[in-house]
């Protein structure tokens, strides 16, 4: 089924461990971003990519690492896990900057303990 | 101060209400203005968009943009419990070439 596959669904990590998010979409879109959402905070942006080997920072990128090797994936890196990093993280894509709408993938829910 | 700002709630209405929506916005160079529903335990989903100023209608849902008063309705007539979700308003400048969000909106609808 086309969209927004997210691996993996839950995640426990101890504080300074290191961990990737995976992302991938099958919609040829050249946009990708990834979200944390924290409860009564929304969606905030952590870093995106307009392209294959192109990526930018969000508004909370401290902590984590993005590359785009290919169209279809976009990794999520944590370095050294802490516990402010307890989130849900969306990884979205859309043909253009969003203006039309995101497809979100379901989620990747991470305890960092 | 966050550039969009959306009525906190929760909202609880029983079915059949019409139910608004609001998120109001302060950066004038906002174009495209969305809305997501999200489910619980759910990745956002996209509901309407729409550009600039005007009205959107998509059968029960109709968006409302007011750029003049930089605020954004969502309008759910003949709401049912299956419309019981988090709504989240987002905007973007094109030139930014980014989405806000705002922080969301948990509706109930009681059957």
């Known amino acids: 089924n086309a969209g927004v596959t997210q691996t993996p669904k839950f995640q426990v990590l101890k504080t300074g461990q290191s961990m990737t998010l995976q992302c991938a979409q099958d919609?040829?879109?050249?946009?990708m971003s990834w979200y944390r959402q924290d409860p009564g905070m929304g969606l905030r942006l952590i870093h995106y990519?307009?392209?294959?080997?192109?990526?930018d920072q969000g508004e909370v990128p401290n902590g984590y690492n993005v590359s785009r090797s290919t169209t279809e994936d976009f990794p999520l890196r944590l370095l050294s896990a802490a516990p402010s990093q307890t989130s849900v993280y969306f990884c979205?894509?859309?043909?253009?900057?969003?203006?039309?709408?995101?497809?979100f993938g379901s989620g990747t829910r991470l305890t960092v303990v | 101060q966050k550039e969009v700002e959306q009525d906190p709630g929760p909202l609880s209405v029983p079915e059949g209400a019409i139910v608004s929506l609001n998120c109001t916005y302060s950066?004038?160079?906002?174009?495209?203005f969305m809305w997501y529903r999200q489910y619980s335990r759910k990745g956002p989903e996209l509901l309407m968009y729409?550009?600039?100023?005007g009205n959107k209608e998509d059968g029960r849902f109709t968006a409302q943009v007011d750029k003049s008063s930089k605020y954004i309705s969502l309008f759910i007539r003949d709401s049912q419990p299956s419309d019981s979700a988090t709504y989240l308003c987002?905007?973007?400048?094109?030139?930014?070439?980014?989405?806000?969000f705002g922080d969301g909106t948990t509706l109930t609808v009681k059957p």
């Open positions: 919609m040829n879109h050249e946009y």
């Open positions: 729409t550009y600039s100023s």
């Open positions: 987002a905007m973007m400048d094109t030139n930014a070439g980014k989405s806000t």
């Open positions: 979205a894509s859309s043909y253009g900057p969003g203006g039309r709408g995101y497809t």
């Open positions: 950066n004038s160079a906002f174009q495209y």
């Open positions: 990519s307009v392209g294959a080997g192109i990526t």
